[in-house]
Structures are given as C-alpha cells and as structure tokens.
C-alpha cells in the first residue's frame, strides 16, 4: 500500500524533540522563538509569530487588520474550510470567487465585481503550492483598500517571480499539520511586515497577556503580567517548534524531492490525453504540496470515485482537494451561495485526484502510482 501522506520525520526531529523533552521546557519558550527566527530568516520576512495551527493564524490575522461583524472577505471556492471558517468567528461574511481552470487559484479576474462597500479583505489560497496572481491581487486590494491575508497553508517554500511566500501580501498564514511540506503535528505560522499587526497577534495568541508573556517562569522574567485584550490560546509549544526546527533544515532536500516526484509524473502523463497534468505559470515555482490530476472524462468509462476506488485496488491512496465549500451543508444553509455562479469549480470538481507526493516516497513507489493511473486509464478508456 502506498499511503496518500507520511510526514518525513528522522532521527533530526526525534532528537531536537528529545532535547525539549529532557530541559524541562516543554511549552513556548527558546526554541519556539529559535524556530520563529530561523524561519523568518528563510523566508526573509520582517516578522513570524507561531501559532498551534494555520486556522489560528488566520483567524488572528482578521483579527490583527480589524475585521468587523458585517464585513465581507474575499474567498476561493476550492479551499478546506479553515480559510471561511475563520471569517464566520467575526459574523463577517466569506464572499466566494470561482477559480481559475488550469490552476485552480483564485481567479483574479472575477474579484472585483464580487467587491462592495463591506469588502474588507482577499484572501487568496496558493492551491496546491502554486501561488496566485499576486501581482494583480495585491493591485486590487490597494485600489480598492483592502488587505491580502494569504492562506499559505500549502505553499511553503514557493516563489513568486523573485519573491518568495511570506514576504507579498499583507499577512501570510502557513500550516504545520501533519499533511504539510514542513510539519510540527499541528502549528502555524504568520508572517508579515507590519510590526504593529505582528505584536498584535503576539498579544492575542497568549491570552491577551503583554509581550514576552511567556518569559514570566523564566530567570529573565517576572510573575508580573497585564492582560491587556481578551486573548486566545493559541501558542505553539517547544515540542513542536523542536520538530519544526529539524523539518526546516532539510526544507530545501524535501522541496527538491517534491520536485523530482512532480517532473517524473508529469514525465509519465503529459502526452496522454485522458489525463490532465498540473499547470505551472512560467513566472513562479509551486511548493509541489500537492499533485492534482484532472481527469478527461469524455474519454473514460468510469468517473472519478470509481478512479480512486480502482486506484485503491492496486494499492495508491489518493484524496480529493477540494469539495467546493459552497457544496457544504454548513456554507450551503448559512449563505445560501448559488453553484451555478462557480461553473468552473462546479466542472473541475468532478475531474480532480491528488497523487501521492511526498519526501519519502521512494522511486519504486513513484513507479508503482505511475503504472496503477496508466492501467486505470488503459482498462476503463471509452
Ligand atoms: C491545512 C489547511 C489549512 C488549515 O491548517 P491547520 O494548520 O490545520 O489549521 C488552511 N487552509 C488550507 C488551504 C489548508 O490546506
């Protein structure tokens, strides 16, 4: 069986672990901060302030910017639910905005008519690991004066032209799940150049507690504190930022694996015309999170449950991403979206399988997916 996803997680990680777990320090505290600069360093932003998952992130990057019960914010169709979820906390509203047919990101092009006077925020999500249109997101937003909190929940390490994720929208949330090409377990991370909105979520992630909060059982500290807003907890722990650590000294090796995984599909597919392989503008370099196929259906007999059901039969997991939100009981009752605005999502839905891909796949295993997908198309081709 080859699993959809295994974490790639070494003797680096268990003994940057062990060492949180033999000082003693076990909650927020130095390596948290170590981890936060190292990947503030890597990513060459101003600031990074770790949470204990993306979603928090999210939700305090609103947060941070102001979002107000009655605003709207700009949303993709095809994401996972955190990307709305967090809006709904603010009783703010999640506008949707179909995406784009060969990336599958937001369409840039469809956002500004979705734009009213309670717009406060886009939120692009880099689907798969490819960024958006950033250049034309970003002139949007400023025209019309709003921000871009980017869900980067997949993207981690990408680029942009010469930019990489993290230093070009307002706020750019990243996810450590367990699923994600650099993992703690569940973390988060949240990097911006606005000093005043990164010590707010400073602030807020800690229970409202001023600065430094976490140094109080430290030598350095003191047992005297302020709670100076109503706060969360939403902090991450040494443990995890230990394995963070480990994960991201070998980002760059696990990138490249991601990579050489990628070309070799792509390598094995790209002439078929039954399949369609993922789409990359010349312009940027996708985090290869995820390597989504679409299915020509018009030329097989079967439809895509039953592709993944024939795959599973000759031992691949694979996963779909993403069941449209609007598709959603929950979204579906609660705004009442109306699918036959989203016609490209509604088409891509029922075409769409995620390969796996990931560093410890060997090259066996890349040849086992390989020939299984060829010999599903072969038997079932119309
Ligand atoms: C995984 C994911 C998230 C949530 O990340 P967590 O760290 O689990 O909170 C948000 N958005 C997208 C697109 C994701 O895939």
């Known amino acids: 069986m080859i699993p959809f996803h295994k974490p790639y997680i070494t003797i680096d990680e268990i003994t940057e672990v062990l060492d949180s777990l033999r000082s003693g320090w076990i909650t927020m505290g130095p390596k948290t901060i170590e981890f936060e600069n190292k990947f503030r360093e890597y990513i060459g932003s101003k600031n990074a302030v770790s949470m204990n998952s993306c979603t928090a992130c999210l939700h305090l990057a609103l947060k941070a910017v102001g979002l107000q019960e009655g605003d709207e914010v700009i949303v993709p169709t095809v994401t996972f639910t955190a990307t709305a979820e967090v809006v709904t906390y603010f009783k703010a509203n999640p506008v949707l905005v179909d995406i784009e047919e060969n990336t599958c990101n937001i369409d840039a092009s469809l956002i500004e008519r979705k734009i009213s006077n309670r717009t406060r925020a886009i939120m692009p999500v880099h689907f798969a690991g490819q960024l958006c249109d950033m250049d034309e997101i970003c002139a949007i937003a400023k025209k019309n004066n709003l921000v871009v909190i980017e869900d980067a929940a997949h993207a981690m390490p990408a680029c942009y032209k010469d930019r990489k994720v993290g230093t070009i929208g307002d706020i750019a949330c990243f996810s450590f799940y367990a699923t994600k090409s650099l993992t703690t377990g569940e973390g988060g991370m949240a990097t911006t150049a606005n000093d005043e909105w990164a010590d707010k979520m400073r602030i807020l992630r800690l229970h409202g507690i001023s600065k ?68 990359v503008k010349a312009d940027r370099e996708s985090a290869w999170h995820l390597y989504v196929v679409k299915l020509n259906l018009d030329k097989l007999s079967i439809e895509r449950n039953q592709f993944i059901e024939e795959l599973k039969r000759r031992g691949v997991m694979t996963s779909v991403h993403f069941i449209p939100l609007y598709k959603h009981p929950y979204y579906m009752t609660a705004f009442n979206y109306n699918s036959g605005e989203f016609p490209v999502s509604e088409a891509i839905y029922k075409r769409i399988i995620s390969l796996p891909i990931y560093p410890g796949m060997s090259d066996e295993d890349v040849a086992q997916v390989i020939c299984s997908v060829v010999d599903v198309l072969q038997k079932f081709s119309s």
């Open 212 to 279: 430094d909060a976490w140094k109080r059982y430290t030598g350095e500290g003191s047992w005297y504190y302020e709670v100076e807003a109503a706060g969360y907890k939403y902090n991450m722990t040494d443990i995890q930022a230990a394995m963070g650590l480990a994960q991201l000294r070998k980002i760059d090796w696990m990138w490249k694996r991601r990579k050489e995984i990628a070309a070799s599909y792509t390598k094995a597919f790209a002439a078929r015309d039954d399949i369609e392989i993922p789409y």
